[in-house]
């Protein structure tokens, strides 16, 4: 691969991470926070050596007089592993033209983990007022907490809307620990409202169902709200 290819690949890609990281904030999409400066310093190194590899290919001597490198025998000599770095440019377009959208719906659907993390102790709760909570934090105590502290208490939710085939739906959350490869999947079922549209953002206002095994709430209303910067920080409703 020529300096010119290679610094036109090269650029490509620190174009698109600078795109979501320095430009807007998409890296959220696939990464957690702190690492945007990681990318930030990414993206502009690779940005300095495709500036580098175009400017020494055209030093005297450092260029090819051809496309095609022959081999001894008057052929072409074919080079697998610059054809394999093309394929870093698909990727590299996406962020650049299209940016994929977080994890939703279709993640939730298909995860059959379930799994809360057990916890023993919990914060005091007011004593009044709607409660509200990260979806994680309710299912824990739904869960783990032998106080029923929620038992009776008005509770308020925020996440993405997860329809059932059954006509049920679920509020969910998609967290992550580092970034959208370790992805895991709080879901808490929701009962007595229409299911939103899929991935549709919302907060649930309603009471713990205490009759079923699983996190569940007796939903009372729902609202639409934006999606937040953030997608996979399981933050409560403000």
């Keep these: ?11 490509l890609c620190g174009a698109a991470l600078l795109r979501i990281s320095l430009f807007s904030d998409l890296y959220l999409r696939y990464v957690k926070a702190g690492l945007r400066p990681m990318l930030i310093l990414g993206g502009l190194l690779l940005v300095v050596l495709a500036v580098l590899s175009v400017v020494l290919d ?7 007089d051809s496309r095609d490198e022959h081999d001894d025998d008057g052929g072409h000599a074919h080079h697998p592993g610059g054809r394999l ?7 590299a377009l996406l962020l650049l033209l299209f940016a994929p959208p977080s994890l939703g719906a279709f993640t939730v659907a298909r995860d059959g983990s379930g799994e809360i993390a057990r916890q023993v102790h919990f914060a005091p709760l007011p004593a ?8 994680s934090d309710f299912s824990s105590r739904v869960v783990w907490d032998t106080k029923d502290s929620l038992r009776g208490r008005t509770v308020q939710l925020m996440g993405f809307a997860t329809p059932l085939g059954d006509g049920s739906w679920k509020l969910s959350r998609v967290l992550v620990t580092c970034c959208a490869a370790d992805a895991r999947v709080v879901t808490v079922h929701v009962r007595g409202l229409r299911a939103p549209a899929a991935d549709a ?7 713990w169902r205490t009759t079923e095994s699983q996190p569940a709430l007796d939903g009372t209303a729902v609202a639409a709200i934006p999606a937040p910067a953030d997608p996979y920080r399981d933050s409560a409703p403000r």
Excluded at 1 to 11: F, K, P, Y
Excluded at 58 to 64: A, I
Excluded at 128 to 135: A, E, M, N, R
């Design 128 to 135: 009044s007022g709607v409660l509200k909570l990260t979806l």
């Design 1 to 11: 691969m020529s300096g010119r290819r290679a610094g036109l690949l090269l650029g």
């Design 58 to 64: 055209r030093r005297p001597g450092q260029g090819h």
């Design 201 to 207: 953002w919302v907060t649930v206002t309603g009471t």
């Design 85 to 91: 770095a093309w394929a870093l440019a698909g990727p």
